[in-house]
Nanobody, 119 residues
Framework: QVQLVESGGGLVQAGGSLRLSCAAS????????MGWFRQAPGKEREFVAD????????DYADSVKGRFTISRDNAKSTVYLQMNSLRPEDAAVYYC????????????WGQGTQVTVSS
């Protein structure tokens, strides 16, 4: 069984920063990658960033490149999302996810954490 628990969301002014955390428990040794997704009201869930569990290779959505940084601490089974220069359009519920293989779909999901950006 795998559990993902996000934290760190909140209210921030435009231009500000937040750091999200996602603590994983259970069969974390089976992870190939962990990622962050977000869903704003009335919109579909979208990919934000992901990182491979062993090599640490990262990928980002174009909309967050240069502003967001994903990182991981394998010893703590935790992945982070540092979000800088936040914009109102970044406001959403942010979800942490994990998958077991490079071509697999994200299988495990957290409950989400709300990020609100005021203009």
């Amino acid at each position: 069984q795998v559990q993902l628990v996000e934290s760190g969301g909140g209210l921030v002014q435009a231009g500000g920063s937040l750091r999200l955390s996602c603590a994983a428990s259970g069969r974390t040794f089976s992870f190939y990658a962990m990622g962050w997704f977000r869903q704003a009201p009335g919109k579909e869930r979208e990919f934000v960033a992901d990182i491979t569990w062993t090599g640490g290779s990262t990928d980002y959505a174009d909309s967050v490149k240069g502003r967001f940084t994903i990182s991981r601490d394998n010893a703590k089974s935790t992945v982070y999302l540092q979000m800088n220069s936040l914009r109102p359009e970044d406001a959403a519920v942010y979800y942490c996810a994990a998958k077991g293989a490079i071509l697999a779909r994200y299988k495990y999901w957290g409950q989400g954490t709300q990020v609100t950006v005021s203009s």
